[in-house]
């Protein structure tokens, strides 16, 4: 079975333009999350969507990003201008139910805003 | 506030059993649960702890103590593949992850 696919892995821009993240997650899985990386902040949840529906955004960092997931099997994460402090790993997730279900992680973008 | 707390490092040796613990501060409180991350690469998930007790999967065991908001993953018998890091994070009303553990393994 193919696992949570992301795209692109490796994405370098310069300040102010836009990026776009995309996830495919597994199929089934009725739940979606973003996630963001660095070394000062570790693992954040940026948002997370159940079928199809933004159910929590808290973790967004400011109106520079937004998030949709138009069908079960696709979402974008978008940056907007984007920023150097940007950079990252932005990681998708999907799982069956948010609880006890593991969260099936993709191998994640890895984001350098010069 | 909503926080996890675990070590920033341990150091273990080949063969060894290690500990890892977390604790977690938060009202909305369902289970916990570990990912192992290796240097370049994604989380994976571990075990997940809804009750109190111990949970055994293979060389890896996670214990959970709701009264005393805290737990823990147990790794016998340990391999140099071992060496990752490692994350509690609390499934809830909020899903946070703790800021990870980095296991290093001595031969």
């Known amino acids: 079975d193919a696992g949570v696919i992301q795209s692109p892995r490796h994405e370098v821009t310069e300040m102010g333009q836009e990026v776009t993240l995309r996830c495919k997650p597994i199929?089934?899985?009725?739940?979606l999350f973003w996630y963001r990386q660095t070394m000062m902040r570790g693992l954040e949840l940026l948002i997370y969507?159940?079928?199809?529906?933004?159910?929590?955004d808290s973790g967004m960092p400011e109106d520079r990003f937004s998030a949709k997931m138009p069908n079960a099997s696709f979402s974008t994460l978008k940056i907007q201008p984007s920023e150097p402090r940007d950079s990252a790993v932005y990681f998708c997730?999907?799982?069956?139910?948010?609880?006890?279900?593991?969260?099936?992680f993709g191998d994640g973008t890895r984001l350098s805003i010069l | 506030g909503q926080s996890l707390e675990q070590p920033s490092e341990v150091t273990a040796v080949e063969g060894a059993i290690v500990q890892i613990n977390c604790t977690y501060q938060?009202?909305?409180?369902?289970?916990l649960s570990w990912y192992q991350q290796h240097d370049g690469g994604a989380p994976t998930f571990l075990s997940y702890?809804?009750?109190?007790g111990l949970e055994e999967t293979g060389r890896f065991s996670s214990f959970l103590s709701r009264s005393d908001s805290y737990g823990y993953l147990l790794l016998q018998e340990l391999q140099m593949k071992d060496s990752a890091s490692y994350f509690c994070?609390?499934?809830?009303?909020?899903?946070?992850f703790g800021k990870g553990t980095r296991l290093h393994i001595l031969p």
């Open positions: 997730a999907s799982s069956f139910s948010g609880g006890s279900q593991p969260q099936h």
């Open positions: 199929s089934g899985h009725d739940y």
């Open positions: 969507f159940n079928n199809n529906v933004p159910i929590d």
């Open positions: 938060t009202s909305g409180f369902y289970g």
């Open positions: 702890n809804a009750l109190d």
């Open positions: 994070a609390q499934q809830g009303d909020k899903i946070i």
